[in-house]
């Protein structure tokens, strides 16, 4: 919480807080490290097998052959989210499964599935980016702005 | 009648003839099985939306206890039911299958205990000669609305609490055989500024001890008159807060006797349960299935049941705003 939202707190209520805060169990943070660390890992690992594959097998280049395997990894997140597995999963690996591209899948398929009793236009159309639209929004909006930075350092001829 | 500061006292002592709960795989997983009247394997009972299966959930929970009681719905005066979802449609569309007047109820998870005291009242005023109380909560639906898809995979925290499945119904009588409402105790909202959704139990706990210190202090009873004082979903965190916080405002409850619905309904192995259950079904089918049956069998004679409510909204969260709560006490003797 933020210092000015603290201020504006009553006595009792900062008492209060900190009594709770005290009896609460924290979040095993280093545990959730290393296991965020070693599924995580698992899956790059295995996004960068699916890319060998594709390169040996399938005549992709080094650059092109990340798309097949992402699709690949989506295609394994939908349909494991669709069988209600992945939230079991992701509760044990936490960031482990969310930073990497199934965090994102799952984000969409999940919405999808749960507004599809609302149709499939406002439904399943409307929520499907609930979660994924700010990712979509501020990843955009932050390579803009980066780009932007990187064009005006060239004409300056900094870079 | 009115006693001390919130306190009612029912003199006519309503009578609960029949109750009936209902229930979903998880808690038909859990150690109070054997109370529940009806349980389902299936989260969405055979429904095509999570909100069309909460409504099914009132419709039996409620069909049951009439049945229970050998009477019809027309014998019945009045239904007061509520739940969590937006504009509470399962309460209002499981009262229109049921065509008993009907007056819609929202006090969060508190709801099952504010329907019991009213219910009591319109017994003790003789504005009514049966009441039904409904209140229900069904995972999806909940965590649809309040937090993420259901199958989002988010990690949630170890304070985090189970949204219960399930519907508890509660048929209160001027006359029969039963266990009987004596007082209630009706709460003050209560914030202290928590505004963490998934730490409901710290947030909703002074509201329980707020509620439990109006209600010794207006009766001028000891806690040792009850055999059991049970709190709606404050979950093992908020439980152990609120014991706490009891003994450090002076109350002193004996620890076997204060327990919490959210830890009685599930067992503690259970994944994903985390802090325990939570919703309106939670105190609901808990008190309602299987208290009421263990004070039937004897084994309780006078239970005080504080159901808490967190009175947020997906919006009010949004906006950074704290989290209010409420908490209703009952007591119930036989």
């Known amino acids: 919480m933020s210092i000015k939202k603290k201020k504006e707190l009553s006595p009792t209520q900062q008492e209060y807080q900190q009594f709770a805060q005290e009896r609460e169990p924290k979040r095993p943070i280093v545990l959730n490290c290393i296991k965020a660390f070693i599924v995580g890992g698992l899956i790059c690992t295995f996004g960068q097998v699916l890319q060998m594959f594709f390169i040996k097998y399938f005549h992709f280049s080094k650059e092109s052959a990340g798309n097949p395997a992402m699709a690949v990894i989506i295609i394994i997140t939908v349909i494991l989210t669709g069988f209600g597995v992945f939230d079991h999963i992701a509760q044990f690996a936490g960031a482990g499964t969310v930073v990497p591209i199934t965090g994102f899948a799952n984000t969409i398929a999940s919405a999808a599935i749960e507004h599809r009793s609302e149709g499939y236009v406002l439904g399943v159309g409307g929520n499907m980016f609930k979660l994924a639209g700010p990712v979509i929004v501020y990843g955009v909006f932050s390579a803009f702005v980066v780009s932007l930075v990187v064009v005006s350092l060239r004409a300056l001829g900094v870079m | ?334």
């Open chain 2, 1 to 334: 009648m009115l006693t001390g500061h919130q306190t009612w006292v029912f003199e006519t002592k309503p009578t609960i003839i029949a109750s009936a709960a209902v229930g979903g795989p998880y808690e038909a997983k859990g150690p109070l099985a054997p109370d529940f009247d009806l349980l389902h394997g299936d989260i969405r009972l055979g429904q095509d939306s999570f909100e069309k299966a909460e409504q099914k959930l009132q419709e039996q929970a409620c069909e049951t206890a009439i049945k229970k009681a050998k009477l019809k719905k027309e014998d019945v005066q009045f239904l007061l039911s509520g739940d969590l979802i937006n504009q509470i449609v399962p309460s209002s569309f499981s009262a229109r299958t049921l065509a008993i007047p009907y007056l819609g109820l929202y006090g969060a998870c508190s709801t099952s205990m504010e329907g019991l005291s009213l219910a009591s009242l319109l017994i003790e005023s003789k504005f009514a000669k049966k009441a039904l109380v409904c209140v229900s909560s069904h995972n999806a639906a909940s965590e649809k609305q309040y937090r993420y898809p259901t199958e989002y995979g988010s990690q949630k925290p170890p304070s985090a609490q189970w949204t219960v499945t399930g519907s508890g119904a509660a048929l209160v009588s001027d006359k029969g055989e039963g266990p009987k409402v004596t007082a209630s105790t009706i709460g003050r909202v209560i914030d202290m500024g928590l505004s963490d959704p998934f730490n409901m139990g710290a947030a909703m706990a002074p509201a329980a001890v707020d509620t439990l210190e109006a209600h010794f202090r207006d009766l001028n009873r000891d806690p040792s008159y009850y055999d059991l004082i049970a709190t709606g979903d404050l979950g093992r965190v908020g439980h152990k807060i609120a014991g706490d916080l009891l003994k450090k405002h002076g109350l002193n409850i004996p620890e076997e006797i204060l327990t919490d619905c959210g830890i009685l309904i599930y067992n503690k192995d259970q994944p994903v349960v985390m802090s325990g259950g939570s919703g309106c079904g939670c105190c609901a089918v808990t008190t309602f299935g299987h208290f009421l049956n263990r004070m039937r069998k004897g084994e309780l004679k006078k239970i005080l049941v504080v159901a808490t409510g967190a009175l947020l909204s997906p919006m009010s969260y949004q906006q950074k705003e704290s989290i209010p709560s409420i908490a209703h006490a009952v007591s119930i003797e036989i």
